[in-house]
Nanobody
Framework: VQLQASGGGLVQAGGSLRLSCAASGSIFRINAMGWYRQAPGKQRELVAANTRGGRSYYADSVKGRFTISRDNVKNTVYLQMNSLKPEDTAVYYC???????????????WGVGTLVTVSS
């Protein structure tokens, strides 16, 4: 399974970005998908996750601002990020796993990160 993320960039505080992550390869292996982020000097954080059936999880820090969605036909997961804050600045990683769970202790598949920078 390969995950290709896109959509990162520089945005002012209060702005929006949408990240996309397209899966290819043995996509039949994918059930759970999600997004992690890692800011400089901080631990990696699970930001949002989604099961194939549509259940979603959000970290408290992004609830009400971020929305995860997926298109199972296109094998793509999205992260719509609104009302961005400087503290959202991080490298965002798309993840996927064969287990159809919502908050997994680990994910088998990771994409290359995409940088999101929010200026104040």
């Amino acid at each position: 399974v390969q995950l290709q993320a896109s959509g990162g960039g520089l945005v002012q505080a209060g702005g929006s970005l949408r990240l996309s992550c397209a899966a290819s390869g043995s996509i039949f292996r994918i059930n759970a998908m999600g997004w992690y982020r890692q800011a400089p000097g901080k631990q990696r954080e699970l930001v949002a996750a989604n099961t194939r059936g549509g259940r979603s999880y959000y970290a408290d820090s992004v609830k009400g601002r971020f929305t995860i969605s997926r298109d199972n036909v296109k094998n793509t997961v999205y992260l719509q990020m609104n009302s961005l804050k400087p503290e959202d600045t991080a490298v965002y990683y798309c993840v996927a796993d064969p287990v159809n769970g919502l908050i997994l202790p680990r994910y088998d598949y990771w994409g290359v990160g995409t940088l999101v920078t929010v200026s104040s």
